[in-house]
């Protein structure tokens, strides 16, 4: 018949991240952060919104490793994400160089009304060009 089952949507969404996170001829590769903005954003006709929402769950909005800028001004990195509240991760917060500690700081988002991630800065810190999504769900 014409249905699909869940299981090659849920295959076929993850080609998509996959394709999107790695370089090709005709584009660089995505930072991951991007990857989930591009499949909720252009995708949501196509693939069914439970399986979207199960990719931001297992993802987060700002997957781990991602580099963000904080109202504050600081660089952090994404460290953990909240399923509860997917805009207020944990993150390290890198040590300013007049730091006189010179220690990062982990701070978990959900407990600091007045912090909030401004936007993400470079790519997601993970020493690779792309994401290997089944790395992610296992």
Same mark, same amino acid.
């Given at each position: 018949?014409?249905?699909?089952?869940?299981?090659?949507?849920?295959?076929?969404?993850?080609?998509?991240?996959?394709?999107?996170?790695?370089?090709?001829?005709?584009?660089?590769? %995505?930072?991951?952060?991007?990857?989930?903005?591009?499949?909720?954003?252009?995708?949501?006709?196509?693939?069914?919104?439970?399986?979207?929402?199960? %990719?931001?769950?297992?993802?987060?909005?700002?997957?781990?490793?991602?580099?963000?800028?904080?109202?504050?001004?600081?660089?952090?990195?994404?460290?953990?994400?909240?399923?509860?509240?997917?805009?207020?991760?944990?993150?390290?917060?890198?040590?300013?160089?007049?730091?006189?500690?010179?220690?990062?700081?982990?701070?978990?988002?959900?407990?600091?009304?007045?912090?909030?991630?401004?936007?993400?800065?470079?790519?997601?810190?993970?020493?690779?060009?792309?994401?290997?999504?089944?790395?992610?769900?296992?």
């Amino acid at each position: 018949g014409d249905t699909i089952r869940e299981s090659a949507k849920i295959v076929g969404l993850a080609e998509i991240v996959e394709s999107l996170s790695h370089e090709r001829p005709f584009r660089p590769a %995505l930072p991951i952060h991007s990857v989930v903005k591009e499949v909720v954003e252009n995708w949501r006709g196509s693939i069914h919104p439970k399986i979207i929402k199960a %990719l931001v769950k297992v993802l987060g909005v700002y997957p781990v490793g991602t580099m963000v800028e904080l109202s504050s001004g600081e660089i952090a990195r994404i460290i953990k994400n909240d399923p509860v509240f997917p805009l207020r991760p944990w993150v390290q917060v890198f040590a300013k160089e007049d730091d006189e500690n010179n220690q990062s700081k982990i701070i978990n988002l959900s407990g600091k009304t007045n912090l909030y991630i401004k936007k993400p800065v470079g790519a997601i810190d993970r020493g690779e060009k792309g994401v290997d999504f089944i790395d992610i769900i296992i």
